[in-house]
Each structure stands twice: as C-alpha cells, then as structure tokens.
C-alpha cells in the first residue's frame, strides 16, 4: 500500500552553525544522558528482561524469545525497504549513553489489519422508540469492528520501573513523534494507540468477566497471549456477531468501558500532549480506550524545527543558567541511526546548542541538521 505525502515541518534552508551558546545548561551537560534508538539484535537479552516486567494486558510485547527475535529481523527487514507494509514495523530502546543499559522499549507498526485482523469495539448509540406509548430509549452499544484497518499504531510502551522519573517516560514515548515527523511517508495518514484498560484490585477486568469470557472460555490472560503472537482467528469464530448492548453487562463492566489502567495515565497524557484523542473504538478484550489522531496533526508533524547543532562547552562562554531554558526534545536526521535524546535549552538564530556528550549520543556534529521540539506543548495547548 502506498499511502499519500503528508504535510510535516520542513528543514529552515538559511540554518547555519554560526550561532551563539544559547541553550546550554548544567542539564545539558550533565554526565550521563538517555538516548532512544533503533532496536538492534543485540538488544534480545535486555528486551526479554524488560519484557517480564509487563503485566497482563500487554499485547505487544510479551517475553517470548522467538516472537522478539522475529520482531527484530523485521525491523531490520523495514528499515533495509524489503518487508511488504503489513509487516513493517520499528522497535526502539532507550539506552543510558554511560552504562549501556536498556531502560525501556516502544514501537511502532506501520499498518495494522492489512494482515491479521485488527479488532475492536466501537461504541454505538441506538434508539429505540414507540409513538403509541410515547416512550423512547437511547442505548449505548458495542460492535466488533475492523475500522481501524491502516491505520499506524503505537505500541509496546514499557519503562522499568526503576527509570522513572527525570522525563526518562516522556523521551521514551515522545521519540516516536520525532521519528513519524521525520517520515511520514513511511505510514499510514492516521495513528491510534491501544491502552491497558481497568483492572480491580484482584487483578481482574470486569469487562472481560461480564462478556468475553461467557464466548471464549478460556481466561483473559491465555486470550491475550494468542493475540500476541497472531493467532486471532478465534475472535472472528466466537465474538457475538450482532451488537452488545451495553445495559446487560454488569455495572462494573458497564463502569470500566473506556477506563485506562492506573498504570497507563502517564503515558495517556503524554499522548495526549501530542495531540492524540480517545474516539470511538475500545479493546475487546479489557475495553482500555483506543486514541487516534492525524499524522499530519500531531505536535511534533506541526512544530518540529530542523536547526543547525551547535557544540560548546561551558568554558567557550556560555551561561550555567540560559534564561528561558527548557526540556527540548532532540534528535539527529537518519532512518537507521535514528537517535533521539531530552536536553535543557532554548533555540536561537537557527541553530540549538549542545553539550559534547549530548552531541556524541546523538552522533552529530558541529553544523549538522538536527530535529528539535519543546518536551511539553504550550500551557494554552497542554491536556
């Protein structure tokens, strides 16, 4: 599938390097930074490690040692141009630059449905009226729906614990943005993002103990896992075929349907920052909410700049405390060594400064083009 040009922020032709030390800071030049990259082959142990900290709900990303081995050959089959669209997708890891260590992982599917079916629950309203008693109803309901079929998907969002904090989350989900920005022809005109819906203090998803597990028989745990891996053929087979009337599931599901997970609201709102919406679809399994949004409308498609790099250090002038000075993201121009990193500043004439450390996780230059965009939108724009 060949999807349309998408509109994206272009690179300012007149950007030079010859600009002051402005956005420099202690911050920026601190000793240890976290960079988001590619996934490599190399990365298998730590991403089976990352992944046995994920709980039940996480679809994408379970610790099976051939399922990620598959998922890293077709990244590198993406990225080289030889995997047809319904298989392409990119796997990304945040490393500390000192350490080496793998912090956390996220990806993103091209296109989802074209291959194995993409379900969800859109929800419906149907009334249901009588003249002769002068009586009318309006009915929430729930039909199995592939609407979403083409649509790129964010996934695969998982931070150690032991991570968190330091906008570490933040550069982690938002690096993705920069990469879509970077190229957009590369997906679809549209992206959603699956969330962890409501879980009770047991552990338990009263949506899936009031309807799925009546038609699957088996429990939500062994229904996630088949999901995982692909075997979806079964949802088809056993999903009621009409709609689900809402009003006869039992309040606690009733209540759960479109609830993220306690675990989840961080990462909810810095989707939403970017400018992601809950629409009309939920996860069939727990009901978690489904965000879509336009490509062309995300933040970092809208408000990326490309300015030149700067490289200085403390000593060539520049102030421990730029007045103004705020978390930009940025990250260096290129497919295969994509590198996105969280720095302390402010763009000026052009060009963004950064430390030497900031500059070499990046694997940029003085003079070379680089992405930049403020962590966080305008306070008028912010969720």
């Known amino acids: 599938m060949t999807y349309p040009s998408k509109a994206t922020a272009k690179p300012d032709a007149h950007a030079h390097a010859g600009a002051t030390h402005a956005g420099l800071t202690q911050d920026n030049a601190v000793n240890s930074l976290r960079v988001v990259r590619l996934a490599r ?4 142990p730590a991403l089976l490690a990352l992944a046995a900290l994920a709980g039940p709900g996480m679809t994408s990303f379970k610790p099976d040692r051939a399922a990620l081995e598959a998922r890293l050959a077709r990244v590198a089959a993406t990225v080289e141009g030889q995997a047809p669209t319904a298989e392409q997708g990119y796997l990304f890891v945040m490393e500390d630059v000192e350490t080496g260590e793998i912090a956390g992982v996220c990806g993103l599917e091209a296109a989802v449905g074209l291959e194995q079916p993409f379900y969800t629950y859109r929800k419906d309203t149907i009334v249901h009226a009588s003249r002769e ?3 009318w109803s309006r009915m929430l309901t729930l039909s199995l729906s592939n609407d979403l079929t083409g649509y790129s998907e964010l996934c695969s969002l998982l931070l150690d614990p032991k991570w968190r904090g330091h906008g570490n989350g933040a550069l982690l989900s938002k690096a993705r943005f920069l990469f879509m920005a970077q190229f957009p022809e590369r997906f679809g005109p549209h992206v959603c993002a699956e969330l962890r819906g409501f879980f009770d203090d047991d552990g338990q998803s009263p949506f899936w103990q009031s309807l799925g597990q009546h038609f699957f028989k088996i429990d939500f745990d062994q229904a996630d896992y088949l999901t995982s891996i692909g075997k979806k053929s079964f949802v088809a087979e056993l999903m009621p075929k009409y709609p689900i009337y809402v009003d006869f599931l039992s309040p606690q ?11 989840t609201l961080p990462a909810r709102r810095l989707l939403e920052q970017e400018g992601m919406r809950s629409g009309a679809h939920v996860d069939i399994f727990d009901s978690g909410p489904v965000l879509e949004a336009r490509v062309a409308d995300l933040r970092a498609a809208r408000d990326s700049r490309y300015l030149s790099a700067n490289v200085v250090t403390m000593e060539d002038g520049a102030s421990a405390a730029v007045p103004n000075a705020e978390p930009y993201l940025v990250a260096c121009l290129g497919l295969d060594g994509f590198r996105a990193t969280l720095v302390t500043g402010r763009p000026e004439r052009r060009a963004f400064s950064l430390s030497p450390l900031a500059a070499k996780a990046l694997g940029v230059k003085q003079g070379d083009r680089v992405q930049v965009l403020p962590l966080k939108p305008p306070r008028a724009e912010a969720v």
């Open 41 to 44: 082959p190399g990365d298998l």
């Open 133 to 135: 008693l002068n009586v």
């Open 253 to 263: 599901a009733q209540a759960a349907i479109g609830v993220t997970h306690r675990d």
